[in-house]
């Protein structure tokens, strides 16, 4: 049975996110967590730029895997509010040791107003030691990158 919901997480958490994209719609702790980081600016950017028509927004993203199986796919979302005109990057950086992710989907140009997830970014944890590691998810139009922390939080057991 263990082994059953082991494989299933996986395609629960991707059919969970497409659901949440096409409906529009966050949970409401994400929802209220968006609206907070509304009043704040992008702390964690690397670029800071005064022009930038854009937010990434931290929404407090946090995800528990196992020390001894890790997760083998999972993803933060990219929840960025504002207007763009050039299509926005977005990845993962500062991963746990062994950890992987082959980047995030592209973001074309347009505009976000809401609490509209518009992009995802894919992580495989790998097996590692228990602690909390801050990852960063980060979003870029090729002038400004901005990032907001993704805690990894590996435990004995989840």
């Not at 996986?10 to 009043?39: E, K, N, Q, R």
């Not at 746990?96 to 894919?122: A, H, K, M, N």
Request: glycine residues 10%.
């Amino acid at each position: 049975m263990r082994t059953t919901l082991r494989a299933l997480r996986p395609a629960l958490g991707v059919t969970i996110g497409l659901a949440l994209t096409v409906s529009g719609a966050l949970p409401a702790s994400a929802t209220t967590a968006a609206t907070d980081a509304a009043t704040k600016t992008a702390a964690s950017s690397s670029s800071v730029a005064t022009t930038a028509t854009w937010e990434l927004r931290d929404i407090g993203q946090s995800i528990c895997v196992t020390s001894q199986y890790g997760h083998p796919g999972t993803y933060f979302l990219v929840p960025v509010y504002g207007t763009w005109s050039t299509t926005l990057t977005t990845g993962l950086r500062n991963l746990p040791p062994g950890s992987t992710s082959v980047g995030g989907t592209p973001i074309l140009p347009g505009s976000e107003y809401d609490s509209t997830i518009r992009g995802f970014v894919q992580l495989t944890v790998a097996p590692t030691p228990v602690g909390t590691y801050t990852a960063e998810v980060w979003a870029s139009d090729g002038t400004v990158t901005q990032a907001v922390p993704a805690i990894i939080n590996v435990r004995e057991s989840c």
